[in-house]
């Protein structure tokens, strides 16, 4: 198996491809990377797998028609409306993103803002920092009832 990163940042390599995480992908699939994204037409017939993310080139039709190989596509990231074609389904390749991963933790930050929005921790914080530490009582401090 071969497999594909189609990504050019160097601080979004490192964030999602630790060195433990491409020796995961190589125990299973010879991988490599793809920095010339106008390559990727050239290139693409001869990977089974491609792994996108935030700014990888988009699969074109005229991309996906080369893509004789691929049966994989795994974007890492959420929607995949910018990066895939919708010919993409007429096609036998799986289709993924992190919707779900993400979802979550997207989930996680809106309550935690809910909750510091609700006992309005920033006015407190800045309080604080005016030096109002001294007055601190259920008639100077924000959110206490």
């Not at 390599?13 to 020796?23: A, C, G, V, Y």
């Not at 699939?29 to 017939?45: C, K, P, Q």
């Not at 997207?106 to 510091?116: K, L, Q, R, S, Y």
Request: proline content about 3%.
């Amino acid at each position: 198996m071969k497999s594909l990163i189609a990504l050019n940042n160097t601080k979004l390599k490192e964030l999602l491809f630790s060195d433990e995480t491409i020796n995961h992908l190589k125990h299973f699939s010879e991988v490599e990377w793809l920095d010339d994204y106008d390559a990727l037409a050239d290139v693409i017939d001869a990977y089974d797998a491609c792994i996108t993310s935030w700014g990888s080139p988009r699969f074109t039709p005229k991309v996906l028609n080369k893509a004789e190989n691929l049966k994989f596509i795994g974007h890492g990231a959420g929607t995949i409306v910018p990066y895939i074609d919708e010919q993409v389904f007429q096609k036998d390749i799986t289709v993924v993103n992190a919707n779900y991963v993400l979802s979550r933790a997207a989930a996680e930050g809106t309550v935690a803002m809910m909750a510091a929005a609700s006992y309005r921790l920033l006015d407190y914080s800045q309080m604080l920092k005016d030096g109002g530490w001294a007055d601190n009582d259920v008639e100077n401090v924000p959110g206490v009832c």
